[in-house]
């Protein structure tokens, strides 16, 4: 049975050995973990379900201008207080690509593609 990969909550005790364990695979982070898979005894992978929340948006480009946006911005953080980080994917054309940098929020540089299932 150690052979199938099994699935179990994540433990804090867990971060040293999947840390070590993704970056012996050239596996760049580990965000947020929620459960953690496991296969011959070891770490060999995890998932992060849920634990950060995701803002998703549109603005009217001609209608809504930057001190609006900031007013939304503030409501966003407002909103997600209670959360010490969340998520802001931003098309590239998107005028918040000037703001949240000014706000603080750090670009994730890495390139991902971003699946819905819909």
Same mark, same amino acid.
């Given at each position: 049975? %150690?052979?199938?990969?099994?699935?179990?909550?994540?433990?804090? *005790? %867990?971060?040293?050995?999947? *840390?070590?364990?993704?970056?012996?695979?050239?596996?760049?982070?580990?965000? $947020?973990?929620?459960?953690?898979?496991?296969?011959?005894?070891?770490?060999?992978? $995890?998932?992060?379900?849920?634990?950060?929340?995701?803002?998703?948006?549109?603005?009217?480009?001609?209608?809504?201008?930057?001190?609006?946006?900031?007013?939304?911005?503030?409501?966003?953080?407002?909103?997600?207080?209670?959360? *010490?980080?969340?998520?802001?994917?931003?098309?590239?054309?998107?005028?918040?690509?000037?703001?949240?940098p000014k706000a603080g929020?750090?670009?994730?540089?890495?390139?991902v593609k971003l699946y819905? *299932?819909?």
């Open positions: 049975m %150690d052979n199938i990969v099994q699935i179990r909550p994540y433990d804090p *005790k %867990d971060w040293e050995e999947l *840390k070590n364990n993704a970056a012996e695979d050239n596996h760049g982070g580990i965000y $947020y973990p929620s459960v953690v898979s496991i296969k011959d005894g070891k770490i060999v992978g $995890y998932l992060s379900i849920a634990q950060v929340p995701m803002v998703l948006c549109w603005q009217h480009s001609q209608k809504v201008g930057p001190l609006d946006s900031v007013r939304l911005l503030g409501y966003v953080e407002g909103a997600l207080s209670q959360y *010490k980080h969340f998520c802001f994917p931003c098309d590239p054309e998107s005028p918040y690509n000037r703001l949240l929020y750090s670009e994730y540089t890495r390139l819905i *299932k819909e």
